[in-house]
């Protein structure tokens, strides 16, 4: 094993200059000086008292899929932070969850029968690839994540996604009393048709879980107008960060009749008025720091890192998707090889790349390029018994996943564009031990909030990615724990039902 002291040497003697005052410094944490005299759970980590109301949800993907197990069905809980949240409101609630089904009618009964909340969408096959890998995923998830050259416009699949939300709104009926919440891009215009539709509802909220992007980049969809005036029906808009909700009033400029007050944060439009606002999204804090803490947690993380044969493990974790910034990484990890080839063998990058939207060109073409760089770079730098990436194509569970966030002696979450990125957040939930140093690039929406712990960067700008690095694998355990100790206090006082409570406290409360 290397010891940090010898690494320090390592990298100094072969990049002093860059070792000398080169290298990106990130400011020292607000409040750093005291956080190491802190105790071992982050302050905050307690499970919140949920809020006591009836919720109808309104998402996409079903919170709920069916498994077949040895001839008989098993019900799963999809994973995610949002369906774990809200999932004990609804239950407890006596509310309502409205999703997609894509499956069979046989399956549909299952499902129905044995999640009596659960209301089911049809969604045909065609639809599928119309609705939601064309439309939603081939123009709107580029749109949104400012990636214009891969956005896909197609009038088809328009007319399949107005389709599709018209019959999510259809569905709804009688809302009575209860918070009606629309979630994300897939259902941008549901609040306006439930409008139309004079449902009766008291208070409806829509949550947009991906980024918005400036007015001159969202102007460029054809339909841009009937998604803003869509998400002008809701009484509450809430995004993750506080550039998103300028973005969006910025957005709804470009309606003509519109009246948008950035003071108030409030839209008037069409005789109704929509509230807009930020409620960065959290994890489960608590239930990560117990996962991180089992006995058994240290000796995974050991079988890990002893599996890769390094001394310094970089790890990264991400759905396998372009705005991630897996290519950027990899010529990242190109770069500190050729720069450092005496650190080969003592450090290895874990990219953890977890399949998604397989059926969407753009993500098949970047599966293609990832492989390629990977056999490019391993190519290059490989030695007997080292590799410098490994990469592996599949999904953990969480508590999986905590152990390789306790192996890892840096996270490089480095997204080109991201509306908050998670991982980042359960990354630091889960290092109880206060170390490990986070990379995170400035474009992810967790950098609003975490920047001042991490070592930010653009990932676009390769030598300083490499630098912090550098400086990530150099940094002394004091200060690796004065910042861990500060994420993990930040991630703890703003995780999942704190979110839960914000929105809802926002969208229910009179104005
Ligand atoms: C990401 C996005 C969400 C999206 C989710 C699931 O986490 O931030 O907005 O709903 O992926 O995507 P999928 O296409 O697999 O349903």
């Known amino acids: ?31 750093a000086a005291d956080a190491a005299a802190r105790p071992q759970t982050a302050a905050g980590a307690e499970k919140r008292p949920l809020p006591d109301l009836r919720l109808v949800i309104m998402t996409n993907r079903e919170p709920f899929s069916l498994s077949s197990a040895r001839g008989s069905l098993r019900l799963k809980r999809n994973s995610g932070g949002v369906v774990s949240a809200l999932l004990p409101v609804v239950e407890t609630g006596g509310g309502r969850w409205l999703a997609w089904h894509t499956g069979t009618p046989e399956e549909r009964q299952e499902l129905t029968r044995r999640v ?15 609705y939601y890998e064309g439309f939603a995923n ?6 949104f994540h400012y990636a214009l050259d891969r956005c896909r416009f197609s009038n088809d699949d328009w007319d399949t996604y107005v389709r599709v939300n018209e019959r999510f709104a259809d569905q709804l009926g009688d809302a009575g009393d209860a918070l009606v919440w629309v979630h994300d891009y897939q259902l941008c215009l549901v609040p306006r048709l439930l409008r139309e539709r004079n449902v009766p509802l008291h208070r409806l909220a829509y949550f947009h879980h991906v980024p918005f992007p400036p007015p001159d980049v969202f102007r460029v969809l054809p339909w841009h107008r009937q998604i803003l005036e869509g998400l002008l029906g809701a009484d509450q808009i809430g995004f993750h960060t506080e550039s998103y909700v300028i973005n969006f009033l910025r957005a709804c400029e470009l309606l003509p009749d519109a009246q948008v007050d950035f003071q108030a944060r409030v839209v008037h439009y069409a005789g109704r008025s929509a ?3 930020a409620f960065p999204i959290g994890v489960d804090a608590p239930a990560i720091e117990k996962l991180a803490q089992r006995p058994s947690m240290t000796g995974e993380a050991q079988a890990i890192r002893t599996a890769l044969r390094v001394d310094k493990l970089l790890l990264s974790v991400d759905r396998l998707d372009y705005t991630k910034g897996i290519a950027e990484r990899f010529e990242a990890i190109d770069r500190f090889f050729t720069v450092h080839p005496q650190l080969k063998g003592v450090v290895s990058l874990l990219q953890i790349a977890v399949p998604s939207r397989t059926a969407v060109t753009e993500y098949r073409r970047l599966k293609k390029e990832v492989d390629e760089l990977v056999g490019r770079v391993n190519g290059k730098h490989a030695e007997p018994g080292w590799q410098p990436i490994h990469c592996t194509y ?19 979450v480095t997204p080109v ?9 359960e990354f630091c939930a ?10 995170l690039s400035e474009f992810a929406g967790a950098a609003e909030s975490l920047g001042r712990g991490t070592l930010t960067i653009n990932p676009l700008d390769v030598r300083q990615f490499v630098a912090a690095i550098e400086r990530a694998l150099m940094m002394k355990r004091g200060e690796r724990r004065e910042r861990m100790a500060w994420l ?12 839960v409570n914000r929105v809802v406290a926002h969208a229910t409360q009179a104005w």
């Open 394 to 412: 599949r999904s953990f569970s969480l508590p999986r996943l905590v152990a390789h966030y306790r192996a890892a002696d840096v996270a490089l």
């Open 488 to 499: 993990r206090r930040t991630v703890a006082a703003n995780d999942i039902s704190g979110w």
């Open 1 to 31: 094993m290397i010891d940090p002291q010898d690494l320090q040497i390592a990298l100094s003697s072969c990049n002093a200059s860059a070792a000398q005052g080169g290298l990106q410094a990130a400011a020292r944490p607000e409040g």
């Open 138 to 143: 081939g123009a709107l998830w580029p749109l």
């Open 417 to 425: 564009r991201d509306g908050m990125n998670l991982v980042a957040k």
């Open 430 to 439: 889960s290092r109880v031990d206060d170390d490990g140093v986070l990379i």
């Open 116 to 130: 009596p909340y659960l209301e089911l969408v049809d969604v045909s096959a065609d639809e599928v690839r119309s």
């Open 275 to 277: 509230r807009v606002g």
